[in-house]
């Protein structure tokens, strides 16, 4: 099945480790096979690791854009994510935990990505971390 996106003037997004930059125009962009895809608004930059959440989120996001080097990254991200399952209580932090692990264990690393978004909400919104 075909994944359709549109992109806004402007927009950059990530294929597969190509960088696409929108240049004037609402455009569609139709991708036909499976690919690694993120849009800009989803890239952390390594200077925006400022939180224990996005510390999680980056190694992930390493994996899911350089999947033929997921050993490299894989140990940053359980490092981090014990880190802050140490320093949680709340239930539905541990379950999102739970579920980002699980994700990432099966190579979701995308569906691990959206989870880990949650867990960057839930710091925000308990220490104030910048986002």
């Known amino acids: 099945m075909a994944l359709k996106l549109s ?3 402007d927009e ?3 294929i ?6 929108n240049v004037d125009r609402r455009t569609t962009l139709i991708v036909h096979n499976k690919a690694s895809i993120l849009r800009e608004k989803d890239i952390l930059q390594e200077e ?10 980056f190694p992930i996001m390493l994996m899911y854009m350089d999947q033929g080097s997921t050993d490299k990254f894989y140990e940053e991200f359980v490092k981090r994510m014990t880190e802050f399952m140490s320093a949680i209580s709340s239930p539905d932090a541990v379950n999102d935990c739970v579920q980002i692990s699980r994700d990432v264990m099966d190579k979701n690393y995308y ?10 909400d839930f710091e925000t919104s308990r220490i104030g971390a910048n986002s």
Request: proline share 6%; aromatic share 4%; hydrophobic share 45%.
């Open 7 to 9: 992109l806004k003037p």
């Open 16 to 21: 597969n480790g190509a960088v696409i930059a």
């Open 111 to 120: 569906k691990a990505l959206m989870n880990c978004k949650k867990l960057i």
């Open 12 to 14: 950059r997004l990530v």
């Open 48 to 57: 925006d690791v400022n939180s224990p959440a996005k510390r999680i989120y």
